[in-house]
């Protein structure tokens, strides 16, 4: 595996205590350099995108009643142009070039999550012909 020897700023939006958890422990025995930072709404990931610097998303599919194109494109609007990994229980046929207008060319079954799954996507995130869903 290649780690980057800059600090990653990621953002991830979930509702989900668990899944939050879940992202942080397995980021935490991750060789790459990260600085993640948990919103659990739509509205206070668009304020977090205004006021820092973020490098990249990884999106709940599923926020409640909004659903992760609509907080996609609330985070595009306020600003952020960088790529996004979505989360999803369930992956779309067709997933890989869904949202790729918006930056995320990247989707992981948040029931296989794991490690090497989770560091893999956020290396590839940055690479323009990464489409790969996992």
């Known amino acids: 595996m290649v780690v980057s020897l ?5 953002l991830h939006v979930d509702d989900s205590s668990a899944d939050a958890m879940l992202v942080r ?3 935490a025995k991750s060789d790459l350099e990260v600085e993640l930072h948990h919103c659990a709404t739509r509205d206070a990931a668009v304020q977090h995108v205004k006021d ?3 490098d990249l998303v990884l999106l709940d599919d599923y926020l409640g009643i909004v659903r992760g194109q609509e907080a996609l494109e609330a985070l595009v609007a306020a600003g952020y ?13 067709g997933a890989d070039g869904l949202l790729a207008h918006l930056g995320c060319r990247i989707w992981i079954d ?3 999550l794991a490690l090497a799954t989770l560091e893999d996507a956020i290396q590839r995130a940055s690479d323009p ?6």
């Not at 800059?6 to 990621?10: A, F, G, L, S, Y």
């Not at 012909?129 to 996992?134: E, G, K, L, Y």
């Open 6 to 10: 800059q600090t990653v700023r990621i």
């Open 129 to 134: 012909s990464a489409t790969r869903t996992s």
């Open 52 to 54: 820092h610097a973020v």
């Open 25 to 27: 422990r397995l980021l």
């Open 81 to 93: 142009a960088g790529p996004t990994v979505m989360l999803s229980g369930v992956v779309p046929d």
């Open 110 to 112: 948040k029931n296989r």
